[in-house]
C-alpha cells in the first residue's frame, strides 16, 4: 500500500540509509512525470511482468548494486491484481488442471 512505501522511506531516513533504498517497481511507472524519472535515474529495478524479461533484468540489476561501496536496501512490495470473474474463472481452469485446491475466498 501507499503507507508501506511511506514507512519504509521514513525507517531508511532514521537509519541514514534513505539514499540508498532501491526497489522493484513496474515498468510503466518509471513514465510518472517527476517521481518516475527521478526513479529511472537513480538505479530503481523496473519490471514488466513477463518473467523471461524480468529474470535478466533482475540478475543484471542485481549484480550491479552488489557494486556498491555502502549498504543497499533493496525493497520488494508485491502488489495484487485486481479481483474479476474472468480472472476467478481462468485461476479455477489452472487449479483444476494442475491439481491444486480451487480458493473460494479471495482479498481484494
Known amino acids: ?22 526497489a522493484f517497481a513496474k515498468d510503466s511507472l518509471k513514465y510518472v512525470p517527476v517521481i518516475g524519472w527521478a526513479w529511472a535515474m537513480s538505479d530503481m529495478i523496473f519490471l514488466k511482468r513477463d518473467w523471461e524479461k524480468d ?35 481462468a485461476s479455477l481452469e489452472f487449479a483444476a488442471q494442475s491439481g491444486f485446491p480451487q480458493l473460494e475466498h479471495h482479498l481484494s
Do not use: A
Open 55 to 89: 529474470q535478466v533484468t533482475m540478475m543484471n540489476s542485481i549484480n550491479k548494486l552488489l557494486d556498491y561501496p555502502s549498504t543497499i536496501w533493496l525493497l520488494l512490495f508485491p502488489e495484487g491484481t485486481r479481483f474479476t470473474k474472468g480472472k476467478h474463472r
Open 1 to 22: 500500500t501507499e503507507l508501506d512505501w511511506l514507512y519504509t522511506w521514513m525507517m531508511g531516513d532514521r537509519l541514514g540509509l534513505l539514499g540508498n533504498c532501491r
